[in-house]
């Protein structure tokens, strides 16, 4: 649509005052318009719609006349002229977007063209004045007098007289003579009607501003005047004004037209002159029209409602006499004489009154005339209201009748009639709700009797009630006798709504009971209780012959049995008074009902009980609280008590409901020979109570003797002997601490109650007890009186099972109490001191929860287990604390559940918290990329062995046993040996410098403190600390010959002598397992280890210390395995010629158990003060007779020897003992040696086993790598080896042995090799060492990264030089100044955001075929802020480059794959890779670090980064660890500032440069680095 144009400024031929007032010189219609004639795009749409309407009219009107196939071809022109046509003006639409640059280039030109027009015109009349106008211009004459008097005067008066005369009109009269006429007018008016005739219907009038008007209510209004004051002058009407409407058929329209009010005024005018009574005719005139006009709306409202709403036979006009009478019947239904119908007619001998209504059969004149001054005298006429109040009075009447007919045959009963229309309500029972009443109404449509329940619409027993009251009326009584019980029944299925019982009428019998009550036809009702399916309480209902409309209720207890048909045999227990019939699942369900029993309520006794007290001479639907004084007035009653509750049998069902599982359970208690006090009321009847006497003994429960002796026939002998065998592993109850325990218990109470949640019956058991043994600081523990809840489910009906469920948590009480009864005696001794080490939390006779800790915060709860037939313990921590004991639940319960003793738990849970909390802090988490890159492997898994022996793996690789002693120490070695043969445990592999690097946190002063005097003298044997401390033996008690590690000195089992310790051999034959200071011989024929009958009868045996002769090792004692210090023994030898086990855990100052720092400053060791070490014995001293061996030559020994024999692989075999504190030194995170590496803390232990492990991976890739060759090491745990003209070593740090480093060196050219090779410089060797000791070699550990680093070592010098470039700015980006757009990182691991060419944590630096694959990593370096102010990384881009570098053609380029989408920064990155190539060609110099400078120097970040592909992510810079792969996170998390020092600037790198070092600038070394 061309768009509306804008206002122009106005011509100036169009300006007021420019030729002559106004006048043109264009033409008309073209001054600003447009150049050409346009079209506004509505009405050419509205033209567009008329056509294809047209079109489709006429197609539509000749179609029909055509053969199908010419319908077609019409309906296609059709179709395509009307999409032609449309699609112009969908093209003309789209143009009329633009349409307004056309626009306003139009009226730029129609504006032009006008004011070159305005310049023409005004030159030519310009010319045409000067030529023709002005030549013959003369002055007038002017006129001087007229002038003179308009200048002098201001006025001019010498006007022609004729013009006022016939132009100016003469002046109208004033407002007050207005008022004056108007007033005599008024008066005169005023005189005719008090001299004139007057009817009384025209009484009502007004006079005002000259006129008189009459009103006449319901028809009409008229206005009239005279026109002068003459008695002859006739009347002048002025106004008519019919007043008769119709509301309901005439929409608000006038019924009368305006042509039929014309000739009215006309015809009634003509009358008024010269007619002495005027104003009578006037009425006359206007009333007849006016009540034949009220006919006709009465008339067409009644033809209307017939057609639209009401039928022939609820409404038909009879007759109608237009301006006479409308007669109109209905109730035509109804069978009467005369028929019911009503006339409106006007009155014969009157014609002044109103139209009137009459009655067949007649109503009172009362009623006859409120219906029609309701109908017809009324605003609305209506003859719908007139036919609804006469049938709302002829409704009453009827219903009146009615009410007379039902009072002669119910006495005293409160009949209400009232409503709208009128409803009669007859109450049926006493109290009656009046939603339960009986609602009789007339049909307003046929005069029918209709009668409901509202309550119970559904009722089948209204509708017969209904045909009763419309006909012969003799069956009522009987009908509401019927309707009584039915409702009765319905209140009985509400009350019930709420219990768990179900109302039904009838039961399906196979057989009709022979009891009189069960017959049919009798009034009763069959309740069936949910809980109870054999139980069936009938209630029988009965009316009362003095008041029929009041109930009585009468109960009988049945029990039923279920049966499938007449030949099932029914088990006579189910005519017992208390009973459930268990009856065998069987394929056809059983479906019928037989009853078995009968048992009549006395209904009184019933309903008063203890508590209870229903009055049975008062109504059933009342209950009084306490007696006859107590009782509330009857309202309240009623408000309390609704009239649909029967209070009666509510109580009777709650009652059968709540007593029968009592009774079910007092019979079931009384089977298992359980005493009681029967079923009891508590006081003030707040519920129902079963006492229980006594509980019998755990494990000696025993049946009725019946049951008993007929268990025992079908069972035999052998239950007995496996109950004997099962329960030999129970506690043994002592008599005097069951006969505490029966002092305590009070009560025993089993109750019922309903749970809030899931509304199911539960029991609950009560036991109150006195006190307990042991206080404990709970709140509520506090007094003398103990309560234990226990609940149990009453959804199964087995009640046996329940009475099993309360002796098991019997059982708990007792078991438990066994334990404490003895644990408070000891804890009451002072010289135990076992309150210092933990407190008692909670004891409730179900649970005893201590706790222990430094600040008693981590908690240990004890409680007996049924299902496992033993004690359970459940480990807590504490608010600021850890509860690492969760790891050895299972040990320490077995523990328990053999010796019976909190006192030993509690020592050992003291002793343990301090190493086990230490050992819970090492990580646990799986990590991806050790041994295969998608295969997780676990940092760190705790197993227990038992009470006092862990093994600690690391990454399933290595293995530490660790034995936990007293006086505060713990024992380390390595797993990988064996303790019972010579060789290496197959799933783990020996930690080499173990022992080494444990010497440097041993406090020797702490392992002298740890032990006793006399053992400096008799060491204990091997066999003692070994098994005894950590072994099964140590969880047998005494009789496994030691005790618990944790138990003092003065606790401490008695030592022999001749323990194995001494320096002979022990005889090989096995010992007596009654002497248990024999010591067993540890010859590898000897079945079992030390201690004899050690390790027998216990079920979960140590994995790594076999208990029995069936494991696959045999246990030779504590041998110590091959090594060049301790050659292989003879079979006949006990200890090996090297240090024995016994050797080194009982003299500290062997070099094989510390190197002795207190004397040896070793860097980074451990600064304690310790006690000068004493003389120990030799490493090659034999095994004499001699008792300590000290002093001699052998007495010192030589350093460099137990330096060496520290690095030994076999020398963590050896147990090393630490302290408590010292293992949390070890354990505990803690910053990384190197302040260079930037990592997150990690325990030493952790650092030191993953600097191994990679030690250990480097070899293996030496070994398989063919382009590494090892050599020879004199020093152990160095790994060497060489390259293409490089020699590295691989050394741990010995300060505090955490870091691996590399040490490179230059192997001397060979002389007869020219030219000679290229040589790295010795700044380049250091960057390599420092990148293997800051990327490579440091957390976290990952073995790929040693592949990347061995390959980039194995390339050529040249190639090499500028990896190390890339090294060097990595490891300081400040080197590339401010030219440099990104930093670098090289990549030793496949991150998982690169592009997918190599696995994910694979080597990613992949030689083959003369080419070089790898990663590197960039991020944008972010714009600083300003001088001194730390960069922003956080939202800094980074990218993950594959790069490709041809050896041959020395082309460096990005690695792509066919089909991969990269970013728009990838592809910028490659393109810039790319003529880098092309332009920067060299042949004699290494293109690969200039190429990847130019790219960190030029590549450009996009504006919008969109978002990449799902293989190439573009996110923040990477961590540490994170997407790189090296571990160390220098660039992306935290880089050094920038800070000014020297640039890189690349010179010029053309071809005439050779290759080597001084082409382009180095890079300085580190300065951090070592020197």
Request: proline share 9%.
């Amino acid at each position: 649509m061309a768009p509306t144009p804008l206002p122009l400024p106005l011509p100036l031929e169009q300006m007021p005052g420019v030729g002559g007032g106004g006048g043109g010189y264009l033409p008309a219609g073209q001054e600003g318009g447009p150049r050409i004639n346009t079209m506004s795009l509505s009405v050419l749409i509205d033209f567009i719609i008329q056509r294809t309407y047209h079109e489709l009219t006429v197609l539509a009107e000749l179609l029909p006349r055509k053969t199908d196939m010419e319908r077609k071809v019409e309906i296609y022109n059709y179709a395509a002229r009307t999409r032609h046509l449309f699609t112009r003006l969908n093209a003309l639409v789209k143009w009329g977007n633009s349409v307004s640059k056309v626009d306003k280039s139009s009226q730029i030109m129609s504006f032009l063209d006008k004011q070159n027009m305005l310049f023409v015109e005004t030159a030519d009349m310009l010319a045409r004045m000067s030529r023709e106008t002005l030549v013959r211009a003369r002055l007038p004459n002017f006129h001087i007098p007229a002038a003179v008097e308009v200048l002098t005067t201001g006025t001019y008066n010498r006007l022609p007289t004729c013009i006022r005369e016939r132009i100016v009109p003469a002046d109208a009269i004033t407002p007050a003579e207005k008022r004056q006429t108007l007033l005599r007018l008024n008066q005169v008016i005023q005189h005719r009607l008090v001299t004139g005739k007057l009817l009384p219907q025209m009484r009502e009038f007004r006079i005002k501003n000259g006129r008189v008007t009459f009103e006449v209510k319901h028809e009409f209004s008229v206005a009239l005047t005279v026109m002068g004051d003459s008695p002859t002058v006739p009347w002048r009407l002025l106004d008519i004004d019919v007043l008769v409407e119709d509301k309901e058929t005439g929409d608000g329209k006038s019924l009368v037209h305006p042509l039929q009010v014309n000739y009215i005024h006309q015809l009634i005018q003509a009358r008024l002159v010269e007619n002495p009574n005027a104003l009578s005719e006037v009425y006359n005139c206007l009333h007849y029209f006016c009540q034949s006009l009220q006919l006709e709306v009465l008339y067409t409202q009644t033809l209307r409602l017939n057609y639209e709403r009401l039928d022939d036979n609820n409404i038909t006009p009879e007759e109608y006499i237009p301006g006479v009478k409308l007669t109109v019947s209905y109730w035509r239904d109804l069978k009467s004489e005369l028929g019911y119908r009503l006339t409106v007619q006007s009155d014969p001998s009157e014609i002044g009154r109103p139209l009137a209504v009459v009655h067949v059969p007649s109503l009172g004149a009362k009623e006859s005339a409120e219906v029609a001054d309701r109908a017809v005298r009324s605003e609305h006429l209506s003859m719908e209201r007139l036919i609804v109040h006469t049938v709302y009075i002829r409704s009453v009447s009827r219903l009146s009748d009615l009410k007379l007919e039902f009072q002669a045959f119910l006495k005293d009963v409160d009949f209400n009639l009232q409503g709208t229309p009128a409803i009669l309500t007859v109450p049926v029972l006493s109290p009656c709700l009046r939603a339960e009443q009986i609602h009789i109404t007339i049909d307003t449509h046929t005069g029918m009797f209709r009668c409901h329940v509202p309550k119970h619409l559904d009722c089948p027993i209204t509708e017969e009630m209904q045909d009763c009251l419309n006909g012969d009326r003799g069956k009522l009584p009987a009908l509401l006798s019927e309707l009584r019980f039915w409702i009765t029944h319905r209140r009985c299925e509400k009350t019930l709504q709420h219990l768990p019982a179900t109302a039904t009428e009838t039961l399906p019998f196979l057989a009709q009971p022979e009891q009189e009550l069960l017959q049919q036809g009798r009034h009763k009702i069959y309740v069936k209780l949910h809980r109870h399916p054999n139980i069936v309480l009938v209630v029988q209902l009965k009316e009362k012959t003095t008041m029929p409309n009041e109930m009585e209720y009468t109960f009988h207890l049945g029990f039923v049995a279920y049966q499938k048909d007449e030949a099932d045999v029914i088990d006579d227990s189910a005519k017992q008074l208390v009973s459930v019939v268990s009856q065998p699942p069987s394929d056809i369900p059983k479906c019928y009902t037989k009853l078995m029993r009968l048992i009549e309520f006395d209904t009184f006794v019933a309903t008063h009980g203890p508590g209870t007290e229903v009055d049975a001479e008062v109504s059933p639907h009342k209950r009084k609280s306490n007696g006859d004084l107590l009782a509330p007035p009857a309202k309240q009653q009623k408000t309390i008590f609704p009239a649909y509750f029967i209070p009666e049998l509510a109580h009777v069902v709650a009652m059968c409901d709540e007593k029968i599982p009592f009774m079910n359970l007092a019979q079931t208690l009384s089977k298992h020979n359980i005493p009681h006090s029967g079923l009891q009321v508590e006081a003030n009847a707040t519920s129902l109570v079963l006492k229980i006497l006594a509980l019998p003994q755990p494990g000696k429960t025993v049946f009725a003797t019946g049951q008993a002796q007929q268990q025992q026939q079908q069972q035999g002998g052998a239950q007995g002997e496996m109950k004997a065998s099962g329960s030999s592993g129970l506690p043994k109850i002592e008599p005097h601490v069951w006969d505490d325990l029966m002092r305590r218990v009070l009560s025993i109470s089993v109750r019922s109650q309903t749970n809030k949640n899931s509304q199911v019956r539960i029991w609950v058991v009560e036991f109150v007890f006195y006190s307990t043994p042991l206080q404990s600081s709970h709140q509520k523990e506090q007094g003398s009186r103990r309560t234990v809840y226990l609940t149990y489910e009453q959804a199964n009906h087995d009640f046996s099972k329940t009475v099993e469920d309360l002796l098991n948590d019997w059982s708990k009480i007792v078991y438990l109490y066994t334990l404490v009864h003895d644990f408070a005696e000891q804890l009451r001794n002072k010289r135990l001191s076992l309150c210092d080490m933990l407190v008692v939390k909670s004891y409730s006779y179900m649970n005893l929860l201590l706790g222990y800790g430094p600040k008693k915060e981590v908690s240990c709860n004890i409680y007996w287990s049924v299902q496992s037939h033993g004690f359970r313990l459940t480990f807590v921590g504490g608010m600021s604390a850890v509860n690492a004991h969760s790891m050895m639940r299972d040990q320490l319960a077995q523990h328990l559940n053999q010796q019976h003793s909190l006192t030993q738990i509690a020592q050992i849970l003291h002793e343990t918290y301090s190493p086990m909390s230490s050992i819970a802090k090492l990580p646990v988490l799986p990590f991806l990329g050790i041994p295969r890159p998608q295969v997780p492997v676990l940092s760190f898994c705790m197993l227990a062995q038992s009470p006092c022996l862990m093994r600690l793996t690391y990454q399933a690789v290595y293995c530490l046993e660790l034995r936990f002693r007293a006086n505060r120490l713990v024992s380390i070695r390595d797993g990988a040996s064996s303790r019972f043969e010579r060789n290496v445990v197959e799933e783990f592999t020996p930690i080499q410098g173990l022992k080494a690097f444990l010497s440097k946190y041993v406090d020797e002063s702490a392992a002298y403190r740890g032990r006793a005097p006399h053992e400096d003298d008799n060491p204990l044997s091997p066999m003692g600390l070994e098994d005894n401390f950590g072994g099964p033996s140590s969880v047998t008690g005494v009789s496994a010959g030691g005790s618990s590690p944790f138990l003092s000195t003065g606790m401490r089992g008695p030592q022999s002598p001749r323990d194995s310790g001494l320096r002979f051999p022990a005889p090989h034959t096995p010992p007596s397992s009654s002497n248990p200071h024999t010591p067993a011989s540890p010859h590898p024929s000897a079945g079992g280890a030390g201690g004899g009958s050690g390790a027998q009868g216990h079920g979960n045996f140590n994995l790594t210390s076999p208990p029995a002769p069936h494991m696959p090792h045999p246990s030779p004692s504590g041998l110590m395995p091959s090594s060049p210090l301790n050659p292989q023994p003879s079979p006949h030898m006990v200890h090996s010629p090297g240090p024995n086990t016994l050797y080194m855990q009982s003299h500290q100052d062997s070099p094989f158990t510390a190197m002795s720092p207190a004397n040896n400053n070793w860097p980074g060791s451990p600064s304690m003060p310790r006690p000068s070490p004493r003389p120990g014995q030799s490493p090659e001293h034999k095994s004499t007779g001699g008792g300590s061996g000290a002093g001699g030559a052998a007495g010192v020994v030589d350093r460099g020897v137990a330096r060496g024999t520290l690095n030994r692989p076999w020398a963590g075999a050896v147990p090393t003992l630490l302290t408590h504190e010292a293992l949390e030194t070890l354990c505990r995170p803690s910053p990384h040696p190197n302040k260079d590496i930037n990592v997150p803390d990690m325990s030493p232990l952790e650092r030191f086993l993953g600097c191994v492990y990679m030690r250990r991976q480097l070899h293996r890739n030496i070994q398989s790598e063919e382009t590494l060759t090892a050599l020879n090491s004199t020093e152990p745990g160095v790994v060497l080896f060489k390259v293409d003209g490089l020699q590295c070593q691989v050394v741990l740090n010995q300060m505090h042995m955490q870091t691996l480093h590399l040490k490179i060196s230059q192997l001397p050219p060979m002389p007869d090799k020219l030219p000679p090779p290229f040589q790295l410089s010795p700044d380049d060797l250091l960057v390599i060492e420092q990148y293997f000791d800051t990327r490579v070699a440091s957390p976290p550990y990952r073995p790929n990264s040693l592949h990347s680093i061995c390959r980039l070592l194995n390339l050529p010098a040249q190639v090499l030089k500028d990896f190390v470039q890339i090294m060097r700015l990595e490891l300081k980006p400040e080197l590339g100044g401010d030219q440099l757009k990104w930093t670098v990182q090289m990549c030793m691991r496949m991150p998982p955001s690169a592009v997918p060419i190599v696995p994910c944590g694979n080597a990613c630096v992949v030689l083959g075929r003369m080419k070089i694959l790898f990663f590197l990593q960039i991020t944008r370096i972010p714009y600083g802020a300003g001088v001194g102010v730390a960069k922003d990384w956080k939202d800094s881009p980074s990218l993950v480059l594959p790069i490709v570098y041809d050896i041959q053609t020395n082309v460096t380029q990005m690695a792509e794959r066919n089909g991969q989408v990269n970013s728009p920064t990838m592809t910028a990155a490659s393109t810039l890779l790319r003529r880098f190539a092309e332009f920067n060609a060299q042949q004699n110099q290494c293109t690969l670090f200039p190429a990847i400078s130019d790219l960190l120097t030029n590549l450009q970040l996009a504006t919008e980064m969109p978002q990449p592909p799902p293989n190439q992510s573009i996110g923040p810079p990477v961590g540490v660890g994170v997407g790189v792969g090296v571990g160390v996170g220098v660039v992306g998390s935290s880089p050094n500032p920038m800070m000014p020092m020297q640039q890189l600037q690349p010179q010029q790198v053309g071809p005439q440069g050779p290759v080597g070092p001084g082409v382009y600038p180095q890079m300085g070394p580190n300065p951090g680095g070592p020197q």
